[in-house]
């Protein structure tokens, strides 16, 4: 379909898949640093103070953070119910999975404070495991997606490949996430971290980067056709860009000052959009792999045109109050407290 030949009608389904992917994009950066510190937090006895300080910077955000995956999955299902229904039924049991491990991260938030001192650590290994388990989970699924839901072990070991990369991915970023927010013996630690998870984030990112355009052969062309092979490939190579300048500058810090603690956090983030971008790339306008298209998956016009009122109005009420809340608990993480 030429954009020559697109009515309003037509330029409905394109409105609503920008919008859900923004909400994916921006709840794959929040929620994602979130889900890392999750990950991230040490369970060794000597490390309580660390693992309140790791809380506390994130507590004011980590759960509004995931509103932004309950606006997807809402205009998943309010404006491409077809695609709806085709993921969920592909993707039952892990979506059932990664919501137990997101009700055992609100839980051990809640509980670790009122339990007794001898039961905290119990639940502080429960946020952790809670927020391993939702990794996991949300990049096996994504793997189940590139890969058009098809039956076999070749869809199953890319999306243990994908499950792998995208829990690097969230702790890298939390990693970074911590480098901003604290400082001292924590901060040092979290650069640790960072170098750590950035690498395994190379690799994830480098290896489904090679494997998906061999078992898809529609993204293999659509990358490598000339000349648009001359301007897409600046997207890898910004990546890597990203990836390089962290290694070089993790080596600098702690800095005096506390300077460029923030910009480790910036280049993750470059490497979230990077590759977010690749990945629409390869399907658009594809919302199913081989499957559906998001005309063919796409509500009535009428229907469209009536949601497009409300989300006019909640998606930028949702982005105000999040830049809000960024604004008024920016600055180091202060002392844990819970109300």
Same mark, same amino acid.
């Given at each position: 379909?030429?954009?020559?030949s697109?009515?309003?009608?037509?330029?409905l389904?394109?409105?609503?898949?920008?919008l859900?992917?923004?909400a994916?994009?921006?709840?794959?950066?929040?929620?994602?640093?979130d889900?890392?510190?999750?990950?991230?937090?040490?369970?060794?006895?000597?490390?309580?103070r660390?693992?309140?300080?790791?809380?506390?910077?994130?507590?004011p955000?980590?759960d509004?953070?995931?509103?932004?995956?309950?606006?997807?999955?809402?205009?998943?299902? #309010?404006?491409f119910?077809?695609?709806h229904?085709?993921?969920?039924?592909?993707l039952?049991i892990?979506?059932?999975?990664?919501?137990?491990?997101?009700?055992?991260?609100?839980?051990?938030?809640?509980?670790?404070a009122?339990a007794a001192?001898?039961?905290?650590?119990? $639940?502080?290994?429960?946020?952790?495991?809670?927020s391993?388990?939702?990794?996991?989970?949300?990049?096996?699924?994504?793997?189940q997606?590139?890969?058009?839901?098809?039956?076999g072990w070749?869809?199953?070991?890319?999306?243990a490949?994908?499950?792998i990369?995208?829990t690097?991915?969230y702790?890298? #970023?939390g990693?970074? $996430?911590?480098?901003?927010?604290?400082e001292?013996?924590?901060q040092?630690?979290?650069?640790? $971290?960072?170098?750590?998870?950035g690498?395994?984030?190379?690799v994830g990112?480098?290896a489904?980067?090679?494997?998906?355009?061999?078992v898809n052969?529609?993204?293999?062309d659509?990358?490598?056709?000339?000349?648009?092979?001359?301007?897409?490939l600046l997207i890898?190579?910004?990546?890597f860009f990203?990836?390089?300048?962290?290694?070089v500058?993790?080596?600098?810090?702690?800095?005096?000052?506390?300077?460029?603690?923030?910009?480790?956090?910036v280049?993750?983030l470059?490497?979230?959009?990077?590759s977010?971008t690749?990945?629409?790339?390869?399907?658009?306008?594809?919302?199913?792999?081989?499957?559906l298209?998001?005309?063919q998956a796409a509500?009535a016009?009428?229907s469209?045109?009536?949601?497009?009122?409300g989300?006019?109005?909640?998606?930028?009420?949702?982005?105000?109050?999040?830049?809000?809340?960024?604004?008024?608990?920016?600055?180091?993480a202060?002392?844990?407290?819970y109300?």
């Amino acid at each position: 379909m030429s954009v020559e030949s697109l009515t309003f009608a037509d330029w409905l389904p394109v409105i609503f898949i920008g919008l859900m992917g923004l909400a994916v994009l921006v709840y794959a950066v929040l929620d994602g640093y979130d889900l890392g510190v999750g990950i991230l937090l040490p369970m060794d006895a000597d490390s309580e103070r660390q693992r309140d300080t790791m809380i506390a910077s994130i507590g004011p955000f980590w759960d509004a953070n995931e509103t932004w995956l309950v606006l997807a999955v809402g205009l998943l299902l #309010i404006a491409f119910p077809t695609a709806h229904s085709m993921v969920l039924m592909h993707l039952y049991i892990p979506t059932a999975i990664m919501l137990i491990g997101l009700i055992m991260r609100g839980v051990a938030f809640d509980f670790r404070a009122k339990a007794a001192v001898d039961h905290k650590l119990s $639940w502080d290994r429960t946020f952790k495991a809670g927020s391993l388990l939702t990794s996991l989970t949300q990049g096996y699924m994504l793997g189940q997606y590139v890969m058009g839901f098809e039956p076999g072990w070749p869809t199953q070991l890319f999306a243990a490949l994908s499950a792998i990369g995208v829990t690097a991915a969230y702790s890298y #970023i939390g990693a970074a $996430w911590l480098i901003m927010k604290t400082e001292g013996e924590l901060q040092r630690r979290a650069i640790r $971290w960072t170098h750590s998870a950035g690498r395994a984030a190379f690799v994830g990112v480098v290896a489904v980067s090679l494997v998906n355009p061999l078992v898809n052969p529609g993204v293999f062309d659509r990358w490598f056709t000339f000349p648009l092979v001359m301007f897409v490939l600046l997207i890898p190579m910004l990546c890597f860009f990203a990836f390089a300048a962290n290694e070089v500058l993790l080596r600098r810090l702690p800095k005096v000052d506390d300077r460029h603690s923030w910009i480790p956090f910036v280049n993750v983030l470059l490497v979230f959009l990077l590759s977010f971008t690749g990945l629409a790339f390869s399907f658009y306008p594809e919302i199913v792999p081989g499957k559906l298209d998001i005309w063919q998956a796409a509500s009535a016009p009428e229907s469209l045109q009536f949601i497009l009122v409300g989300a006019v109005i909640v998606v930028p009420a949702i982005l105000a109050y999040t830049v809000f809340s960024y604004r008024v608990f920016r600055g180091k993480a202060t002392e844990l407290r819970y109300h």
